[in-house]
């Protein structure tokens, strides 16, 4: 069904959504009462959070409890709406969610090409990578790795190449990206 140029779909309980998780990886979002039968929204948030599920989550509940939002915000929670909600705050919340997973899906996908790229460097391509990253010269990788400072330069020149960058802050970027830059 759709409902103001959103696909949804409905599940009949908790379970019924844990063996049927919606695909995470196409922006989107849940929208979850926080009282359920069977089992409570934040503790099907704690679930999903234990699976890496990544669809943000938009709580709605008729009771205003502060100990469960804070519970839900810190655990993740997108937003909490108190009940009655206006169909402009529960849209203006669905969108805010909705974009927001599309920047994280985009980010994700982004160090995923990051890392494919990486995985194409030689060992030793690697090591030079992870030197110059961290502002060694040339003169001082050659001798680090016992190699001719002609040589370096071309394992540098290979890097630049392969991780498809034209500059060494470039490099310094991706290797931040990676959490190489600890």
């Known amino acids: 069904m759709t409902r103001f140029g959103y696909e949804v779909l409905a599940y009949p309980s908790a379970q019924h959504l844990l063996d049927r998780l919606p695909n995470d990886e196409l922006p989107g979002c ?14 099907l948030q704690q679930q999903l959070n234990a ?3 990544a669809l943000p989550i938009i709580f709605l509940t008729g009771y205003e409890d502060i100990p469960t939002t804070v519970r839900t915000i810190k655990a993740g929670g997108e937003d909490f709406l108190t009940k009655p909600v206006t169909p402009e705050q529960l849209l203006g919340a669905i969108e805010q969610a909705v974009a927001r997973h599309a920047i994280m899906l985009n980010a994700r996908r982004g160090l995923q090409q990051i890392q494919a790229l990486l995985a194409t460097l030689t060992a030793r391509e690697r090591r030079v990578f992870e030197l110059v990253v961290r502002g060694k010269l040339n003169k001082q990788i050659a001798s680090e790795l016992g190699a ?7 394992h540098r020149h290979r890097v630049t190449e392969k991780m498809k ?5 470039e490099l310094v970027t991706i290797a931040q990206r990676l959490g190489l830059l600890a």
Do not use: C, H, Q, Y
């Open 30 to 43: 849940i929208l979850l009462d926080v009282r359920l039968p069977e089992m409570s929204g934040p503790e």
């Open 165 to 169: 960058v034209r500059s060494l802050a």
């Open 51 to 53: 699976l890496n599920f």
């Open 148 to 154: 001719t400072e002609r040589t370096i330069k071309a």
